[in-house]
């Protein structure tokens, strides 16, 4: 490559959901040279690497989807409420051959490193494949949920039988078929696995560090009127999503639950309980999320119907949660979850009534100074999440400063998109932006929107260069922390809180804002209608 002459005008890092469409809005809108890396074989994401059985997404499936192809929402058939793993890896597929996106996506190849060259305001980007290229603009399309987490356990490299964590079984699965099974963790992924594991497995152990809340699915085949009355009223549903509080068709109960009748609130819980899905969760009385008292009602719902679903009254004592507030975790969508521990074949051990994991041995796991024998050991251990993607991308920005330097404390951001003294540099759903608390095609799409706008006035206006102030930075990471601080998330020890990793700084990940996904995508709006605020322009 010529020195100053970039390969290319983008490169974007990831061909999940984020990467597939913002090298459409590169290539096909704003007609620029893009090329996207992605370390998996083919497109995906998320839904290549996820290939546990159970492994479904909990969005609701006519709103889990791009929105950017109008035609595509009318002709795609969903067949289910929250369709599994393999169908929507098949759509994302569909979408990369309908628009034609492979032939700019190299795969296999995983990207080692990137420097801001700044004498010419490129990013210099390095592959594991041992090639480098070049780009005005550097979009990070990682994912939220990528970067994978194992525990160093103890002796993992002496165990004699199979393991796997839930994000790497190979391709064809694993056949639990009469073997002896372990699952270590409980939540939402393994929630879903472990019915399935169940049914499959000779003996299932579950390892539980801390029990959830877990809420019905219920999944299952929608009513055709109702998909064809959504697929009338898709522009509707688009208005809708984007301009609610989680990305969702769902609105908070106008009214404290600490005003109602313990019968009011008791018909509420019930209807968002059969409705299934999020509802309890994100459509339930606002201030659940604020006051512990509130948040006490809710709870209490939840572990009556534990206690009531589980036989055995001491696997259920075990199953409910005690030390955080409901709401503070990722929600886990049950189906069957709480049933299969009244299955003879399942065994649930509890890091703190029965001892924690204390070693991994040849023959299986020794947790509370007592061995179980396993034949697959299953890590549902989650991931690094929001941070640990990006910093595994070995960033150097301004005068060489390295980006696991400059968040060596937790993620510093503007708006979530942005990194003060990284150029040109785009996060999509990047860590102090709503991604995670959101249904994040609706999160994916705006961001990936806002980017293209911002490099296509960029191109409009001649400017070179545009990077967050170190003053917007820290106003957006104090607004952040401000928000949430006055919500109970804090109490978890959630992976929202970086809590699931030992030594990861204590930091809220997403972004909680006051008018949800809704009140963020006017103020990003905003900043770009003030002329790009907060950033300076070169
Ligand atoms: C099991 C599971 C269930 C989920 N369910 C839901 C749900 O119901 N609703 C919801 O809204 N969200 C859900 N999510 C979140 C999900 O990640 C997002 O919805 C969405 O798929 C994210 O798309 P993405 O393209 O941003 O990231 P990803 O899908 O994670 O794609 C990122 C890609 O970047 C690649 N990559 C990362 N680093 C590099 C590198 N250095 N070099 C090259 N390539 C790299 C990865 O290989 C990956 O393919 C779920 C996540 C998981 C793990």
Redesign the pocket.
Known sequence: MAAGIPTHDAIV???????MYMLKALRDKLGLRARV????ETVG??????RYPG?R???DSYI?CFTWDKQLLQEWEWSERYPEQPEILRYLEHVAERHDLKRDIQFN???TGAEFDESNNLWCVHTDKGESATARYLIA??????DTNLPQFKGLEKFQGKWCHT?RLPSGGIDFTAKRVAVVGTGA?AVQAIPEIAQQAKELTVFQRTPNYCVPARNGKVAPQLVKARKADYDGVIKRIRESFFGFEYDFIPKPVLETTPEEREREFDRMWDEGGFAFWLANYQDMFFNQEANDLCADYIKRKIRKTVKDPIVAEKLIPKGHPYGTKRQPLDSNYYETFNKDNVLLVDANTDGPIEEITAKGIRAGGKKYEFDIIIFATGFDAMTG?LK??NLKGRDGRRLREVWADGPHTYLGISIAGFPNLFT??GPQSPSVLS???VS?EQHVEWIADCIEMMSKTGKTTIEATPKAQEQWGSHVNEIVNGTLMPRANSWYMSANIAGKPRAFLPYLGPEGVGGYRRKCDEVAAEGYAGFTLA
């Open positions: 890092i990831g061909a999940g959901f984020s990467g890396y992605e370390a998996g994401g998320t839904w290549y690497w996820n492994a997404c909990d969005s889990y190849t995983r990207v399309a990682v994912g939220s949920l990528s994000s992924t993607p595994a991308l999509i759903t249904n994040m095609p994916i």
